[in-house]
Protein backbone atom coordinates (compact mmCIF):
# COMPACT_ATOMS: atom_id res chain seq x y z
CA UNK A 1 0.00 0.00 0.00
CA UNK A 2 2.96 2.38 0.55
CA UNK A 3 3.57 2.34 -2.97
CA UNK A 4 -0.05 3.31 -3.41
CA UNK A 5 -0.31 7.16 -5.36
CA UNK A 6 -3.98 8.99 -4.50
CA UNK A 7 -5.54 11.90 -5.82
CA UNK A 8 -7.06 13.58 -3.05
CA UNK A 9 -9.52 16.38 -4.39
CA UNK A 10 -10.92 18.70 -2.13
CA UNK A 11 -14.35 21.06 -2.46
CA UNK A 12 -15.02 22.37 0.59
CA UNK A 13 -17.75 21.86 3.20
CA UNK A 14 -17.91 20.99 6.95
CA UNK A 15 -14.47 18.47 6.84
CA UNK A 16 -12.41 21.74 5.76
CA UNK A 17 -14.72 24.28 7.80
CA UNK A 18 -13.64 26.02 11.02
CA UNK A 19 -16.51 28.20 13.06
CA UNK A 20 -16.63 31.96 12.96
CA UNK A 21 -19.08 34.37 14.73
CA UNK A 22 -21.22 33.81 11.57
CA UNK A 23 -21.05 29.63 11.39
CA UNK A 24 -18.62 27.77 10.30
CA UNK A 25 -17.46 28.47 6.77
CA UNK A 26 -14.96 25.94 5.04
CA UNK A 27 -11.18 27.41 4.72
CA UNK A 28 -8.89 24.30 5.04
CA UNK A 29 -7.00 23.63 2.11
CA UNK A 30 -6.15 19.86 1.04
CA UNK A 31 -2.26 20.16 2.45
CA UNK A 32 -4.15 21.33 6.15
CA UNK A 33 -6.59 18.14 5.61
CA UNK A 34 -3.70 15.97 5.01
CA UNK A 35 -1.77 17.51 7.84
CA UNK A 36 -4.55 16.84 10.16
CA UNK A 37 -4.73 13.11 9.29
CA UNK A 38 -2.46 10.36 10.78
CA UNK A 39 -2.22 7.27 7.87
CA UNK A 40 -0.50 4.19 9.40
CA UNK A 41 1.30 3.32 5.78
CA UNK A 42 0.33 6.62 3.84
CA UNK A 43 0.46 6.30 0.50
CA UNK A 44 1.68 9.22 -2.14
CA UNK A 45 -1.18 12.22 -2.00
CA UNK A 46 -1.47 14.11 -4.57
CA UNK A 47 -3.92 17.42 -3.69
CA UNK A 48 -5.85 19.57 -5.66
CA UNK A 49 -7.42 22.13 -4.09
CA UNK A 50 -10.57 21.95 -6.91
CA UNK A 51 -12.87 24.77 -4.86
CA UNK A 52 -13.95 25.42 -1.47
CA UNK A 53 -17.95 25.53 -0.67
CA UNK A 54 -20.68 24.56 1.12
CA UNK A 55 -21.82 22.00 -0.95
CA UNK A 56 -25.76 23.14 -0.03
CA UNK A 57 -24.65 25.78 -2.33
CA UNK A 58 -22.93 23.93 -4.91
CA UNK A 59 -24.10 24.54 -8.48
CA UNK A 60 -24.86 22.00 -10.80
CA UNK A 61 -21.96 23.31 -12.87
CA UNK A 62 -19.80 22.92 -10.24
CA UNK A 63 -20.75 19.01 -9.96
CA UNK A 64 -19.66 18.78 -13.59
CA UNK A 65 -16.31 20.76 -12.82
CA UNK A 66 -15.61 17.87 -9.28
CA UNK A 67 -16.90 14.98 -12.43
CA UNK A 68 -14.00 16.30 -14.81
CA UNK A 69 -11.60 16.57 -12.15
CA UNK A 70 -11.93 12.81 -10.92
CA UNK A 71 -11.78 11.64 -14.53
CA UNK A 72 -8.53 14.29 -15.35
CA UNK A 73 -6.95 12.36 -12.51
CA UNK A 74 -7.79 9.15 -13.85
CA UNK A 75 -6.07 9.55 -17.00
CA UNK A 76 -2.55 9.49 -15.32
CA UNK A 77 -2.13 5.23 -15.54
CA UNK A 78 -0.18 5.24 -12.07
CA UNK A 79 -3.20 6.57 -9.41
CA UNK A 80 -4.31 3.80 -8.09
CA UNK A 81 -7.65 5.98 -6.73
CA UNK A 82 -9.25 9.37 -5.86
CA UNK A 83 -10.82 10.77 -2.97
CA UNK A 84 -12.80 13.72 -2.66
CA UNK A 85 -13.83 16.02 0.08
CA UNK A 86 -17.27 16.91 -0.11
CA UNK A 87 -20.03 18.35 2.22
CA UNK A 88 -22.45 15.38 3.44
CA UNK A 89 -25.47 17.94 2.50
CA UNK A 90 -25.63 16.77 -1.13
CA UNK A 91 -22.71 14.49 -1.60
CA UNK A 92 -24.37 11.64 -2.70
CA UNK A 93 -25.64 13.95 -5.48
CA UNK A 94 -22.43 14.96 -6.99
CA UNK A 95 -20.65 11.26 -5.97
CA UNK A 96 -24.18 10.09 -7.84
CA UNK A 97 -22.95 11.81 -11.17
CA UNK A 98 -19.68 10.84 -11.06
CA UNK A 99 -20.78 6.82 -10.75
CA UNK A 100 -23.12 7.28 -13.77
CA UNK A 101 -20.44 9.06 -15.90
CA UNK A 102 -16.84 8.24 -15.05
CA UNK A 103 -16.22 4.35 -16.32
CA UNK A 104 -12.93 3.10 -14.45
CA UNK A 105 -12.50 0.42 -12.24
CA UNK A 106 -10.41 2.19 -10.05
CA UNK A 107 -11.57 3.28 -6.39
CA UNK A 108 -13.05 6.77 -6.27
CA UNK A 109 -14.17 7.47 -2.47
CA UNK A 110 -16.40 10.33 -1.47
CA UNK A 111 -15.93 11.53 2.58
CA UNK A 112 -16.18 14.41 4.52
CA UNK A 113 -17.39 15.07 8.14
CA UNK A 114 -20.17 16.01 10.25
CA UNK A 115 -18.28 18.32 12.77
CA UNK A 116 -16.09 21.16 11.80
CA UNK A 117 -12.39 20.27 12.53
CA UNK A 118 -12.02 23.08 14.77
CA UNK A 119 -14.54 21.21 17.06
CA UNK A 120 -14.04 18.17 19.66
CA UNK A 121 -16.13 15.80 17.77
CA UNK A 122 -14.01 16.61 14.15
CA UNK A 123 -14.48 12.98 12.37
CA UNK A 124 -12.99 14.56 9.11
CA UNK A 125 -9.56 13.28 10.04
CA UNK A 126 -10.24 10.14 10.64
CA UNK A 127 -13.19 9.79 7.48
CA UNK A 128 -10.10 11.18 5.28
CA UNK A 129 -7.86 8.45 6.42
CA UNK A 130 -10.53 5.94 5.76
CA UNK A 131 -11.12 7.24 2.50
CA UNK A 132 -7.51 7.15 1.44
CA UNK A 133 -7.30 3.59 2.64
CA UNK A 134 -9.79 2.37 0.69
CA UNK A 135 -8.55 3.75 -2.66
CA UNK A 136 -5.27 2.40 -1.92
CA UNK A 137 -6.85 -1.50 -1.78
CA UNK A 138 -6.33 -3.05 -4.71
CA UNK A 139 -9.18 -5.51 -3.74
CA UNK A 140 -11.29 -2.26 -4.21
CA UNK A 141 -11.28 -1.83 -7.95
CA UNK A 142 -14.83 -2.66 -9.50
CA UNK A 143 -16.91 -1.16 -6.78
CA UNK A 144 -17.90 1.92 -8.52
CA UNK A 145 -18.11 5.74 -6.36
CA UNK A 146 -18.21 4.79 -2.11
CA UNK A 147 -19.04 6.86 0.51
CA UNK A 148 -16.76 6.70 3.65
CA UNK A 149 -17.79 8.22 6.64
CA UNK A 150 -18.51 7.40 10.49
CA UNK A 151 -16.48 3.64 10.49
CA UNK A 152 -18.90 2.39 7.51
CA UNK A 153 -18.21 2.41 3.69
CA UNK A 154 -21.52 3.25 1.36
CA UNK A 155 -22.17 2.64 -2.23
CA UNK A 156 -23.33 5.62 -3.77
CA UNK A 157 -26.10 4.11 -5.76
CA UNK A 158 -29.29 4.57 -3.41
CA UNK A 159 -27.37 6.38 -0.81
CA UNK A 160 -29.30 9.64 1.26
CA UNK A 161 -27.92 11.11 4.08
CA UNK A 162 -30.00 9.52 6.95
CA UNK A 163 -28.92 11.75 10.10
CA UNK A 164 -27.79 15.67 10.42
CA UNK A 165 -25.56 14.70 13.46
CA UNK A 166 -24.51 11.21 13.79
CA UNK A 167 -21.11 10.28 11.80
CA UNK A 168 -22.31 7.39 10.05
CA UNK A 169 -24.35 10.18 8.10
CA UNK A 170 -25.73 7.83 5.00
CA UNK A 171 -27.81 4.94 4.65
CA UNK A 172 -28.98 2.97 1.44
CA UNK A 173 -32.44 1.90 -0.03
CA UNK A 174 -30.64 -0.88 -1.66
CA UNK A 175 -26.80 -2.03 -0.92
CA UNK A 176 -26.80 -4.00 -4.53
CA UNK A 177 -28.28 -1.42 -7.09
CA UNK A 178 -27.47 -1.66 -10.76
CA UNK A 179 -24.70 0.41 -12.22
CA UNK A 180 -26.09 2.02 -15.76
CA UNK A 181 -23.45 4.08 -17.07
CA UNK A 182 -23.85 7.33 -19.50
CA UNK A 183 -22.19 7.51 -22.12
CA UNK A 184 -20.85 11.00 -23.44
CA UNK A 185 -18.91 13.67 -22.15
CA UNK A 186 -21.03 16.21 -19.88
CA UNK A 187 -21.23 19.48 -21.94
CA UNK A 188 -20.86 22.70 -20.64
CA UNK A 189 -24.89 23.68 -21.42
CA UNK A 190 -26.53 21.30 -18.85
CA UNK A 191 -30.17 20.01 -19.11
CA UNK A 192 -32.65 21.84 -16.27
CA UNK A 193 -34.20 19.95 -14.29
CA UNK A 194 -36.96 20.21 -11.58
CA UNK A 195 -37.63 18.59 -8.17
CA UNK A 196 -41.07 18.70 -6.35
CA UNK A 197 -42.08 16.96 -3.14
CA UNK A 198 -45.49 16.27 -3.60
CA UNK A 199 -48.26 15.98 -0.67
CA UNK A 200 -52.10 17.05 0.32
CA UNK A 201 -53.05 19.86 -1.26
CA UNK A 202 -50.02 20.59 -3.71
CA UNK A 203 -50.82 22.78 -6.43
CA UNK A 204 -50.93 20.98 -9.44
CA UNK A 205 -49.28 24.32 -11.63
CA UNK A 206 -45.45 23.73 -10.36
CA UNK A 207 -45.75 21.40 -13.12
CA UNK A 208 -46.70 23.81 -15.98
CA UNK A 209 -44.65 26.55 -14.88
CA UNK A 210 -41.73 24.33 -15.29
CA UNK A 211 -42.92 23.50 -18.24
CA UNK A 212 -43.01 27.52 -18.78
CA UNK A 213 -39.77 28.32 -17.80
CA UNK A 214 -38.48 25.57 -20.41
CA UNK A 215 -37.17 23.05 -17.87
CA UNK A 216 -35.79 19.53 -19.98
CA UNK A 217 -36.81 17.41 -17.02
CA UNK A 218 -39.07 16.68 -13.75
CA UNK A 219 -38.91 14.48 -10.86
CA UNK A 220 -41.64 14.24 -8.70
CA UNK A 221 -41.10 13.02 -5.14
CA UNK A 222 -44.24 11.33 -4.65
CA UNK A 223 -45.88 10.00 -1.47
CA UNK A 224 -46.32 6.11 -0.69
CA UNK A 225 -45.15 3.83 -3.53
CA UNK A 226 -45.29 7.15 -6.14
CA UNK A 227 -49.08 8.11 -5.61
CA UNK A 228 -50.55 11.98 -6.04
CA UNK A 229 -53.60 13.83 -6.44
CA UNK A 230 -55.41 13.00 -10.12
CA UNK A 231 -54.44 16.83 -11.04
CA UNK A 232 -50.60 16.18 -11.04
CA UNK A 233 -51.34 13.29 -13.48
CA UNK A 234 -53.02 16.01 -15.32
CA UNK A 235 -49.74 18.18 -15.69
CA UNK A 236 -47.60 15.33 -16.30
CA UNK A 237 -49.68 14.46 -19.64
CA UNK A 238 -49.48 18.00 -20.24
CA UNK A 239 -45.50 17.87 -19.64
CA UNK A 240 -45.36 15.06 -21.58
CA UNK A 241 -46.61 16.41 -24.56
CA UNK A 242 -44.60 19.55 -24.25
CA UNK A 243 -41.74 16.94 -24.66
CA UNK A 244 -40.74 17.02 -21.32
CA UNK A 245 -39.08 13.87 -19.26
CA UNK A 246 -41.11 13.10 -15.99
CA UNK A 247 -39.51 10.53 -13.62
CA UNK A 248 -41.56 9.66 -10.26
CA UNK A 249 -40.51 8.36 -7.37
CA UNK A 250 -41.02 8.60 -3.52
CA UNK A 251 -40.26 10.46 -0.69
CA UNK A 252 -40.09 7.72 1.25
CA UNK A 253 -36.78 6.39 2.39
CA UNK A 254 -36.88 2.67 1.92
CA UNK A 255 -38.33 0.03 -0.58
CA UNK A 256 -38.50 0.11 -3.97
CA UNK A 257 -41.80 1.98 -5.90
CA UNK A 258 -44.12 -0.60 -7.17
CA UNK A 259 -46.81 0.53 -8.93
CA UNK A 260 -50.07 -0.41 -7.83
CA UNK A 261 -52.29 2.35 -7.05
CA UNK A 262 -54.63 3.94 -9.87
CA UNK A 263 -57.66 5.79 -9.02
CA UNK A 264 -56.43 9.20 -11.01
CA UNK A 265 -53.26 9.78 -8.86
CA UNK A 266 -52.07 6.68 -8.55
CA UNK A 267 -48.52 5.69 -10.02
CA UNK A 268 -50.33 3.31 -12.03
CA UNK A 269 -51.75 6.56 -13.65
CA UNK A 270 -48.65 8.52 -13.71
CA UNK A 271 -47.06 5.44 -15.42
CA UNK A 272 -49.84 5.93 -18.22
CA UNK A 273 -49.59 9.52 -18.05
CA UNK A 274 -45.77 8.70 -19.45
CA UNK A 275 -43.74 9.23 -16.39
CA UNK A 276 -40.92 7.37 -16.14
CA UNK A 277 -41.20 5.62 -12.28
CA UNK A 278 -37.80 5.35 -10.82
CA UNK A 279 -38.09 1.95 -8.51
CA UNK A 280 -35.01 2.92 -6.44
CA UNK A 281 -33.42 5.93 -6.58
CA UNK A 282 -35.02 9.12 -4.86
CA UNK A 283 -35.33 12.30 -5.81
CA UNK A 284 -31.71 13.98 -5.01
CA UNK A 285 -29.87 11.37 -7.26
CA UNK A 286 -32.81 10.86 -10.05
CA UNK A 287 -32.53 14.25 -10.96
CA UNK A 288 -28.41 14.06 -11.16
CA UNK A 289 -28.65 10.90 -13.62
CA UNK A 290 -31.63 12.91 -15.70
CA UNK A 291 -29.70 15.93 -15.81
CA UNK A 292 -26.59 14.06 -17.28
CA UNK A 293 -28.85 11.95 -19.65
CA UNK A 294 -31.07 14.70 -21.26
CA UNK A 295 -27.61 16.68 -21.17
CA UNK A 296 -25.97 14.25 -23.46
CA UNK A 297 -28.74 13.79 -25.88
CA UNK A 298 -30.47 10.33 -24.40
CA UNK A 299 -34.29 10.47 -24.82
CA UNK A 300 -37.36 9.55 -22.73
CA UNK A 301 -37.09 5.77 -23.66
CA UNK A 302 -33.17 5.95 -22.77
CA UNK A 303 -34.14 7.41 -19.21
CA UNK A 304 -36.82 4.44 -18.64
CA UNK A 305 -33.91 1.91 -19.61
CA UNK A 306 -31.45 3.43 -17.30
CA UNK A 307 -33.97 3.57 -14.40
CA UNK A 308 -34.62 -0.09 -15.44
CA UNK A 309 -31.70 -1.11 -14.85
CA UNK A 310 -30.95 0.54 -11.52
CA UNK A 311 -32.65 -2.38 -10.60
CA UNK A 312 -30.49 -4.66 -8.08
CA UNK A 313 -31.64 -7.72 -10.68
CA UNK A 314 -29.76 -5.86 -13.67
CA UNK A 315 -26.86 -5.71 -10.92
Known amino acids: MTDSRIVLITTGGTVAARRTEHGAVPVLSASDLLADTSLVAAPAVDAVDLMSVDSSAITVSQQTQVVRAVAAALTDPDVDGVVVTHGTDTMEETAFLVDVTVDDPRPIVFTGAQFPADTPEADGPANIAAAIDYAATPSNRGRGVVLALGGRIVGVRGAFKASTTATEAFDTVHEALGRPLISGPLPERLARVDTFALYPGVAAGIIAAAVAQRAAGIVLAATGSGNTHPDITAEVV ?76 AA
Do not use: C, K, N
Open 238 to 313: AARRAGVVVVVTTRVPHGPVVPTYGGGGGAVDLERAGAVVSQWLRAPQARMALIALLSTGHDADDVAEFFRRTDPA
